[in-house]
């Protein structure tokens, strides 16, 4: 079975400064990592996914995020955060290519305080 | 225009009815699923159809039935709806044939009270 873990139902940072939003994974082989937002009254938009190759990708609105196998985390960045990245954030792990099952992490809502 | 479409946005009915939730995407994705989403935001997998043919199935009460006329199509309909059934339900698409690895798109949600 595959699953995701947020172990950070919320994350505070003040504008300007860095932000990590954690994720880590449990999968039975090379696992297919996603992050996505949820801003309110919306749904979910695509950020960023790992695939294989460089484990530091980049993706929209200036996040990345860095794919550690040794210690399965797949850990979301932003260098200086801004008040709009205020909103809800999942991880999502796929076990691979092809398939339909993509596991949700449980979210993790994060607040940028101007 | 709007990759992931949802109707309605809002529905608020009353226990026991039978309601229904469309959704279409034009993107030419083979694959398509709906996800219920609770009130502590926990997102959970329904139901995925590939090409009109039903793949994932979760546990889910049979009171809900998902109907794909066309892989641009999935509809979600609810019978005798209960309290517990208040939920956002998102309807969302990807390209999963091919071993592609696109990720979900998905609709902004319907907001389902029943009371």
């Known amino acids: 079975a595959q699953s995701v873990a947020q172990p950070e139902d919320q994350v505070n940072v003040a504008e300007g400064n860095p932000l990590t939003v954690k994720c880590t994974y449990s999968v039975s082989g090379n696992p297919y990592l996603f992050w996505y937002v949820q801003y309110p009254n919306r749904g979910l938009q695509f950020l960023l996914k790992?695939?294989?190759?460089?484990?530091l990708v980049k993706g929209s609105y200036g996040f990345e995020a860095e794919f550690n196998k040794s210690q399965t985390s797949f850990h979301l960045k932003k260098p200086s955060a801004l008040v709009s990245d205020s909103a809800l954030y999942f991880c999502?792990?796929?076990?691979?290519?092809?398939?339909?099952?993509?596991?949700f992490g449980k979210g993790t809502k994060l607040s940028v305080i101007p | 225009d709007t990759a992931v479409s949802q109707t309605p946005k809002y529905l608020v009915t009353q226990m026991g009815n039978d309601k229904s939730i469309k959704c279409e995407q034009n993107?030419?994705?083979?694959?398509m699923y709906w996800y219920k989403q609770d009130s502590k935001k926990f997102l959970k997998i329904m139901f995925s159809?590939?090409?009109?043919?039903?793949?994932i199935n979760e546990t889910v009460p049979n009171r809900f039935s998902p109907k794909s006329p066309d892989k641009a199509h999935l509809n979600l309909h609810i019978n005798s709806l209960e309290l517990g059934d208040s939920a956002v339900y998102f309807c969302?698409?990807?390209?999963?044939?091919?071993?592609?690895?696109?990720?979900?798109?998905f609709g902004n949600g319907t907001r389902l009270t029943v009371t």
């Open positions: 790992y695939i294989t190759g460089d484990n």
């Open positions: 159809y590939n090409n009109k043919e039903l793949i």
């Open positions: 993107l030419g994705h083979d694959t």
């Open positions: 999502a792990v796929r076990i691979k290519a092809g398939s339909y099952q993509l596991t």
């Open positions: 969302a698409s990807s390209q999963v044939g091919g071993a592609a690895n696109s990720p979900l798109h």
